[in-house]
């Protein structure tokens, strides 16, 4: 696996690669790499000639500097783990080589999807994601780009940018990898303690309960029985429960019936934050 530390280089790199008619796959990360961005990069490796895997915990999406700094750093690790799966290029610049000295984000409209769910709590963290996103395509302009359901949000977002910026790359969505317990996988999961991991497959039985229960007129009882679910609960608390529409993100009050839906979760173990969704 070649590894670069400057966009010089790797734009150096895969302009040669491109004039040789290869296509290129990306596949963006903070790093702390998990069995669910494997999922995105073997993925990737089946329909591009290259893939490139970028690891940069990105200052700017980050709203509470805390969590920046306690973000999982494990560079000799994520760097086994991608050459195990053959990957052909690993991207790992500094932070000044990204922003300079300024770091600071680029303000974005994407139609009122950044004003839902994480949008609300996390003031500032889509632009942040938007400016390294559109920084990075244009370093390594893939043909391909490859993002999880997980953060199912952030995967419209990137979807709605591209099509706005008329981008020239085709954005992935890919499922959701879980845990054999069913606990999504996280890098932010290695924070949890023992007794906090041991509870966390609860988050995603209650999503599968609200699967379950979802009827055209229980909405507002599906949101009340959440709520207490997490009331009761010795270990988590509940940010923000919604039921959405996969489009617009808006939260729903009625069922319509040629529309798609998901539940959308949010909850803090302690100081971490754990984000799920679930397809209804
Ligand atoms: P992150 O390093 O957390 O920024 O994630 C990098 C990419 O991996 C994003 O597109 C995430 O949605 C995706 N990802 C993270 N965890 C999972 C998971 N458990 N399953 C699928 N994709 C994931």
Partial sequence: MKIFNTKQEIKSYLTTQKEEHKTIGFVPTMGALHQGHLSLVKKAKKK???????????????DKKEDLTNYPKTIENDTQLLESIS??????????EIYDHHILSEKFDF????????????????????????TLFKIVAPNKAYFGQKDFQQLQIIKKMVRKNRLNVKIKGCPIFRENDGLAMSSRNTRLSEEQRAAAPFIYKVLKKVRKKFGPENIIELNE?????????PFFKLEYFTIADEKSLETIKNRESNKKYRAFIAVFAGKIRLIDNIRL
């Fill in 48 to 62: 591009n000639d290259i893939v490139v895997v970028s690891i940069f915990v990105n200052p700017t999406q980050f």
């Fill in 87 to 96: 990957c052909d290029v690993l991207f790992f610049p500094s932070v000044e």
């Fill in 111 to 134: 139609d009122g999807l950044e004003h839902q769910m994480e949008g609300k709590f996390r003031p500032g963290h889509f632009d942040g994601v938007g400016t390294i996103v559109k």
């Fill in 225 to 233: 029985w959440v709520e207490n679910q997490f009331k009761k609960h």
